[in-house]
């Protein structure tokens, strides 16, 4: 049985209606005790724990994480940078409210959980982010992150996602990023997921399965660097949008992609 019907969800609850104040990391780890690992793959409402109107999903923090590399010059010191912006909605994590379940390491040392750093001088920031909770929705998670060089998302877990939307969208300055792990079955939302990144030269998304995605609009808008991007698995069976998907990406630019519907967008 999941832990939306045991008694201490229950009692859980019963302490929400009657406490505004924030809830415990305490009363978080003792209600997602209860969700059976062997059901964690099932997405259902019997392993989604609902806290404060919000809904999550136990994972392995091992296996749940966010590395990014900022190299900063001088024009960017004191000034306070994202590390990642988050966007929610009432079916997603809201790690505003669970600070405190997840840990921040700058260079391999753990800092006090923030959502912005202030840099004190010039220099490569390697930052590391891990959580408890599965993300369903990574809407705008690394928006506007200009000065963000790379980023490591080969272990993080995307098996739950539904809305990608602007997910890197205004990363100018990025020049590296892994996905080679990505599980995209469940998505249905991409537009704009890669716009305005502008220093990308390579892009391999060969693990995306897009058969759910309904809307590819400006996914690649302004990805004027790409030189090179594989899409061979994308497959436009559901999609009902994707104008200006390719709109200022080089026409030189070598595309791999069995789909012709998508294609004839370049």
Not at 6 to 12: C, Y
Not at 227 to 242: E, R
Request: proline share 1%.
């Amino acid at each position: 049985m999941g832990c939306c019907g045991s008694s201490d969800t229950k009692e859980l609850n019963t302490r929400e209606k009657s406490n505004t104040n924030r809830i415990s990391t305490e009363e978080i780890e003792n209600a997602l005790g209860n969700i059976e690992k062997e059901n964690v793959n099932n997405v259902n409402s019997q392993n989604v724990l609902k806290l404060a109107g919000n809904e999550y999903m136990r994972t392995d923090p091992e296996k749940n994480f966010v590395e990014s590399s900022f190299n900063i010059t001088a024009e960017y010191t004191n000034k306070g940078t994202a590390i990642m912006n988050y966007n929610h909605d009432s079916k997603s994590i809201n790690l505003r409210e669970i600070r405190d379940f997840c840990d921040l390491y700058l260079n391999n040392e753990k800092i006090n959980f923030n959502f912005e750093y202030n840099f004190p001088k010039e220099g490569k920031y390697n930052f590391k982010l891990t959580y408890k909770c599965a993300l369903l929705n990574t809407s705008n998670m690394f928006f506007n992150c200009k000065t963000l060089l790379t980023l490591d998302l080969s272990n993080f877990d995307s098996s739950y996602v539904k809305n990608m939307g602007s997910m890197f969208y205004g990363c100018r300055n990025l020049q590296k990023i892994n996905l080679s792990n990505f599980k995209t079955d469940n998505v249905t939302y991409m537009s704009n997921m890669f716009a305005y990144c502008i220093s990308l030269t390579e892009l391999d998304l060969s693990s995306f399965n897009t058969i759910n995605v309904t809307n590819m609009g400006n996914m690649f808008q302004d990805c004027s660097s790409l030189i090179s991007l594989n899409i061979q698995n994308f497959n436009s069976k559901n999609i009902t949008f994707m104008n200006n998907m390719f709109s200022g990406v080089n026409k030189k630019c070598k595309i791999i992609c069995n789909d012709q519907k998508i294609l004839s967008q370049f």
